[in-house]
């Protein structure tokens, strides 16, 4: 393990309410990087917490209590700098909002950014920081423009597709200043440099115009406790011929239009109808039309829909299964497929869900937008079993390199970078 990083920054990482940027956090503070985090809610205690099981139950997620339990993780004792208020505003605001009409929930959105930021310009005024690291957006209210004025180098980190991108081809709309993608993009155009994901996001920016050599790509870490848990121990010749052998296909996250939803349901619907026999499950937070139920009467029968459960359930559920299937439209790095393909499930995912992976070795690519790429790439599968459980344990070993250590000494190569010293350690 590498004890201290190269140079012994001072560095103010600035989120709310992401997951992903608490890992980040702790993976920096773990190697010696002097990190303080600007997050959201941070409760002491929070099974003990009345107000937070109160709000777990009014939006129908038991896992909320276990998020909030990892913004106490032991790496950031002292390095916590709690922001109630702006996640407040933020999240009832969107629950009301979004209900009205999508420009709505974008001053919903658009409100918390601004004043996150604006609460994060008071910390960096007294801590000395020489970098700020900020999840895209969340620099408005002046907390960037602060920290060019006062000589703090500024590393903004996005982790979907460009604004434009998001906007123009999942939104169906142009960029534009009452969307909060506008706030994002500010941001990004405003930072020294500008982290992404993976490479399929850099493109999205690269489409659009943005100087490439501003753009540092760094994939990324997962917990190596997910690696190589699913056990390949079944006889998986003949997998789905017979109701009693059928192909377990799952999706975990939120199974909404911009994660494809819509030809998930198309290919589930023409799925059901070939000679095979399958078992479909989505894990996460089902937004599914009106017009979608209709549509898709037998395939929203066929799919068991699962909300929010605790991880350890996710994962054993997961485990059951053999396909994990993801067809995301705008993605970056997907955690939870990047926890599937961990696993040793064999990943069928378009190449917007960001994972390293290459066709029919690791893992399996479809077209984006197509139920036909999607049932034509499963039917192939099922001709040679094998091949699903063989990508599988490939795509179990391409995964042991991406842990959060490997990740976090990449992000101080970019930390020496900013600050002049070119020999840093990314690779």
Same mark, same amino acid.
């Given at each position: 393990?590498?004890?201290?990083? &190269?140079?012994?920054?001072?560095?103010?990482?600035?989120?709310?309410?992401?997951?992903?940027?608490?890992?980040?956090?702790?993976? =920096?503070?773990? *190697?010696?990087?002097?990190?303080?985090?600007?997050?959201?809610?941070?409760?002491?205690?929070?099974?003990?917490?009345?107000?937070?099981?109160?709000?777990?139950?009014?939006?129908?997620?038991?896992?909320?209590?276990?998020?909030?339990?990892?913004? =106490?993780?032991? &790496?950031?004792?002292? @390095?916590?700098?709690?922001?109630?208020?702006?996640?407040?505003?933020?999240?009832?605001?969107?629950?009301?909002?979004?209900? =009205?009409?999508?420009?709505?929930?974008?001053?919903?959105?658009?409100?918390?950014?601004?004043?996150? #930021?604006?609460? !994060?310009?008071?910390?960096?005024?007294? $801590?000395?920081?020489?970098?700020?690291?900020?999840?895209?957006?969340? +620099?408005? $209210?002046?907390?960037?423009?602060?920290?060019?004025?006062?000589?703090?180098? *500024?590393?903004?980190?996005?982790?979907? #597709?460009?604004?434009?991108?998001?906007?123009?081809?999942?939104?169906?709309?142009?960029?534009?200043?009452?969307?909060?993608?506008?706030?994002?993009?500010?941001? /990004?155009?405003?930072?020294?440099?500008?982290?992404?994901? /993976?490479?399929?996001?850099?493109?999205?920016?690269?489409?659009?115009?943005?100087?490439?050599?501003?753009? @540092?790509?760094? /994939?990324? +870490?997962?917990? !190596?406790?997910?690696?190589?848990?699913?056990?390949?121990?079944?006889?998986?010749?003949?997998?789905?011929?017979?109701?009693?052998?059928?192909?377990?296909?799952?999706?975990?996250?939120?199974?909404?239009?911009?994660?494809?939803?819509?030809?998930?349901?198309?290919?589930?619907?023409?799925?059901?109808?070939?000679?095979?026999?399958?078992?479909?499950?989505?894990?996460?937070?089902? &937004?599914?039309?009106?017009?979608?139920?209709?549509?898709?009467?037998?395939?929203?029968?066929?799919?068991?829909?699962?909300?929010?459960?605790?991880?350890?359930?996710?994962?054993?559920?997961?485990?059951?299964?053999?396909?994990?299937?993801?067809?995301?439209?705008?993605?970056? /790095?997907?955690?939870?497929?990047?926890?599937?393909?961990?696993? $040793?499930?064999?990943?069928?995912?378009?190449?917007?869900? +960001?994972?390293?992976?290459?066709?029919?070795?690791? $893992?399996?690519?479809?077209? &984006?937008?197509?139920?036909?790429?999607?049932?034509?790439?499963?039917?192939?599968?099922?001709?040679?079993?094998?091949?699903?459980?063989?990508?599988?344990?490939?795509?179990?070993?391409?995964?042991?390199?991406?842990?959060?250590?490997?990740?976090?000494?990449?992000?101080?190569?970019?930390?020496?970078?900013?600050?002049?010293? =070119?020999?840093?350690?990314?690779?």
């Amino acid at each position: 393990m590498m004890n201290n990083p &190269s140079k012994e920054y001072r560095v103010m990482i600035t989120t709310l309410g992401r997951s992903h940027f608490i890992q980040v956090a702790k993976s =920096l503070a773990d *190697v010696g990087v002097d990190v303080t985090l600007h997050q959201g809610w941070v409760v002491s205690a929070p099974r003990k917490s009345l107000l937070l099981r109160i709000v777990s139950r009014m939006i129908r997620r038991r896992s909320l209590i276990y998020g909030f339990e990892q913004r =106490l993780d032991k &790496s950031l004792i002292g @390095r916590n700098k709690g922001d109630f208020l702006s996640e407040a505003l933020q999240t009832l605001s969107y629950l009301v909002l979004r209900r =009205l009409t999508k420009r709505a929930a974008d001053i919903s959105m658009k409100v918390g950014m601004w004043l996150h #930021g604006r609460r !994060g310009v008071a910390i960096l005024k007294r $801590g000395n920081y020489q970098i700020l690291h900020v999840r895209s957006g969340f +620099g408005a $209210g002046g907390l960037i423009d602060y920290a060019k004025r006062n000589g703090i180098k *500024v590393l903004v980190d996005h982790s979907a #597709g460009s604004p434009n991108f998001v906007s123009e081809k999942i939104r169906g709309e142009k960029l534009n200043t009452k969307s909060y993608w506008w706030t994002v993009q500010q941001d /990004c155009d405003k930072a020294d440099l500008l982290m992404c994901d /993976c490479d399929w996001v850099k493109h999205t920016f690269e489409m659009y115009g943005y100087p490439s050599e501003k753009i @540092r790509v760094v /994939c990324m +870490g997962l917990n !190596g406790k997910f690696n190589g848990l699913k056990r390949w121990t079944e006889d998986i010749l003949g997998l789905g011929t017979t109701p009693e052998r059928p192909c377990r296909i799952v999706f975990t996250g939120a199974f909404a239009p911009h994660k494809g939803n819509e030809y998930f349901l198309q290919a589930v619907d023409k799925l059901i109808k070939s000679d095979r026999f399958f078992e479909f499950l989505v894990i996460g937070q089902a &937004s599914v039309s009106d017009d979608q139920k209709e549509k898709y009467k037998d395939a929203m029968s066929a799919i068991k829909f699962i909300s929010h459960i605790p991880q350890n359930e996710m994962v054993a559920r997961m485990l059951d299964s053999h396909i994990y299937l993801f067809p995301s439209l705008s993605e970056g /790095c997907a955690k939870s497929a990047y926890e599937a393909m961990s696993m $040793g499930l064999c990943v069928v995912v378009t190449k917007e869900t +960001g994972l390293p992976l290459i066709d029919g070795v690791n $893992g399996a690519l479809i077209e &984006s937008r197509s139920a036909d790429s999607i049932v034509q790439k499963v039917l192939t599968l099922l001709e040679s079993p094998i091949k699903i459980r063989d990508m599988g344990l490939t795509g179990t070993d391409t995964m042991k390199k991406y842990t959060w250590e490997f990740y976090a000494k990449n992000v101080i190569g970019i930390y020496d970078e900013l600050m002049g010293d =070119l020999s840093g350690n990314a690779k």
